[in-house]
């Protein structure tokens, strides 16, 4: 039996997640359809899956991103050469904190040991009632320690559960003893945050929760006095004499660079040339832009830990208030859609050929239920068992957001049964090389509202991508980017995620960005403001972790 996957509308069972609006984060419940698809089901990882995985693993974004813009706005063949690798680099597996012996060594990909809503909330909520009854009303702001702290207490938080004992803990890893049930540990979230993504929205939420509720701000404003932003905060353990590099990153002109290390090490600074003799060397250095930065972190004794904070001053800083200020360099966020694997549901197919991307309009330019059917097996596409319950679940989309360029590089996958063919016609070899489902995906990307490429068929040799960039080219622009598991609604086949994320922050409704031509031109894929209040997150709005974040501060500081 086929069963059509706008069937597959279930409720969300992870507190404050469900179908959502934009392409990455927000945690509301209600968007109608719009600028997002119908949602499948979503479980986040819970506290016994976090002590196996261990804490989230970080992702390595590219420093240099941010000095190649122009080019990647001018170019779709740079576009997504820069996407690919970034796709690479979320999908890597990383080994679990412990390995339940449940065969080959237990593993998943990096994006999947991300911080989901429970996560973020639980780590909150032990942040807040930690803090002093006066700072707790003063609503103040956590500090690095106690968010270091937080975030080991959270793998193994599940062992102060009484719902937890040691038993229960041992039946739980013997029961892992598939691949695909290695997998279901990273449950089957719907968004998921990078380390340092959910410590930026951790250490927000002075300005998180006083945006909560608040009317929209304006379109346009004055641009904000430049302040300092964090681009990395990277705790490590060093061996006795022990040298680390990090970068190199990207300072622009009129940019400040400032780098501290905090511990038993020495930090080495250099500019322009990862060999050149170090400019600075010191416990902490500073470096001006343009150019590109090195750092080496050298123990200056025996073992022991040290942690590299990295800020810098921009130039032109993007308009923040619902934030501490924009999200660091190294913050990533990941939205994926889970449709079942069993009861005889097949994925319904979409066709992203120039033929069938040229048929959106007679479809209101909506993917619709796709042109066809199929069951596709564990080695076609990620599948995983959740350990406990037994339910089976593929993932046919994965979207990614992240912050190596100012605003930010928007990536999205989906699953295909002619995974070779247009939009996944020039994906390398470091992709296939991964093993399993990961040849079976193609995947778009959008580095802004509106891109300036001179070549219509994006520079592409393959015929068929060349073919299909071509007709989105026409029809939507070249800043089209869609995905067909998670854009579903009117409009929404021809848009693009940078488009409706310019509005996080606000209380806009997603439908009338996809509808409102006048106001929101090009199904809302073009840019309207310039003031991004949330640095096009939606969690400040809508009911997402604002709310729930305010929740918690309304219960520790009750009216006196």
């Known amino acids: ?230 681009m990395v905060r990277e705790p490590m353990v060093l ?69 590299l904070t990295v800020d810098y001053q921009e130039a032109d800083p993007a308009w923040s208030a619902c934030l501490a200020a924009p999200f660091p360099l190294d913050a990533a966020i990941v939205k994926a859609e889970w449709r079942r694997a069993e009861l005889e549901i097949e994925v319904a197919v979409h066709d992203t050929s120039a033929a069938g991307l040229g048929a959106l309009g007679e479809r209101a330019d909506t993917w619709g239920e796709g042109a066809g059917w199929a069951d596709p097996g564990e080695d076609e596409i990620y599948t995983l068992t959740l350990p406990e319950g037994g339910a089976r679940y593929r993932l046919t989309g994965l979207h990614l957001m992240t912050k190596e360029l100012d605003h930010w590089l928007w990536v999205t996958l989906w699953w295909s049964p002619e995974p070779d063919e247009d939009f996944g016609a020039d994906r390398p070899a470091a992709i296939d090389a991964l093993g399993g489902p990961w040849g079976s995906y193609k995947m778009c990307v959008a580095t802004m509202f509106t891109e300036g490429d001179a070549d219509p068929r994006g520079g592409a040799t393959a015929p068929t991508l060349a073919a299909a960039l071509a007709e989105v080219h026409e029809t939507a622009g070249p800043s089209y980017c869609s995905n067909p598991y998670l854009e579903q609604g009117e409009g929404n086949a021809r848009t693009n995620c940078i488009g409706c994320h310019q509005h996080g922050g606000t209380t806009i409704p997603n439908v009338d960005i996809l509808a409102d031509e006048e106001a929101y031109p090009g199904n809302g894929r073009l840019q309207v403001r310039n003031n991004f209040p949330a640095d096009y997150s939606w969690q400040t709005s809508v009911g997402g972790l604002g709310r729930v974040m305010l929740d918690h501060v309304e219960y520790w500081t009750p009216a006196e």
């Open 239 to 307: 061996a006795a004499c022990e040298a680390r590099t990090y970068g190199p990153y990207f300072v622009g002109a009129g940019e400040t660079l400032s780098a501290r290390v905090d511990g038993g090490a020495e930090l080495r600074l250099r500019q322009d040339d990862a060999g050149a003799e170090p400019a600075c060397v010191g416990e902490a250095c500073e470096a001006s832009g343009p150019g590109a930065v090195w750092l080496e972190v050298v123990a200056t004794g025996g073992s022991g830990l040290a942690t």
């Open 1 to 230: 039996m086929r069963r059509a996957s706008t069937s597959l509308v279930l409720a969300a069972v992870a507190a404050g997640l469900g179908a959502s609006a934009g392409c990455g984060d927000n945690l509301d419940g209600d968007d109608g359809g719009a600028c997002e698809g119908l949602g499948g089901q979503a479980q986040a990882l819970h506290q016994a899956d976090r002590k196996l995985v261990g804490g989230a693993a970080p992702y390595a974004a590219d420093g240099l991103l941010r000095g190649r813009e122009a080019e990647l706005n001018g170019s779709m063949a740079a576009r997504r050469a820069a996407a690919w690798d970034a796709v690479a680099r979320v999908l890597d597996d990383v080994p679990f904190a412990i390995d339940p012996g449940a065969g080959a060594p237990a593993a998943i990909p990096r994006w999947h040991t991300w911080y989901g809503a429970d996560d973020v909330e639980r780590l909150f909520d032990k942040l807040f009632r930690e803090l002093p009854e006066d700072a707790r009303r003063a609503r103040a702001p956590f500090d690095d320690a106690a968010i270091d702290a937080a975030f080991a207490w959270n793998v193994t938080a599940v062992d102060e559960l009484p719902s937890w004992p040691e038993q229960r803990w041992l039946d739980y890893l013997a029961a892992l003893d598939t691949e695909a049930e290695v997998h279901g540990v990273g449950g089957i979230p719907r968004v998921t945050y990078s380390p340092g993504a959910a410590r930026h929205l951790l250490a927000s939420y002075p300005q998180i929760v006083a945006c909560e509720g608040e009317p929209s701000p304006p379109p346009f404003a004055d641009a904000p006095t430049p302040g300092p932003r964090r």
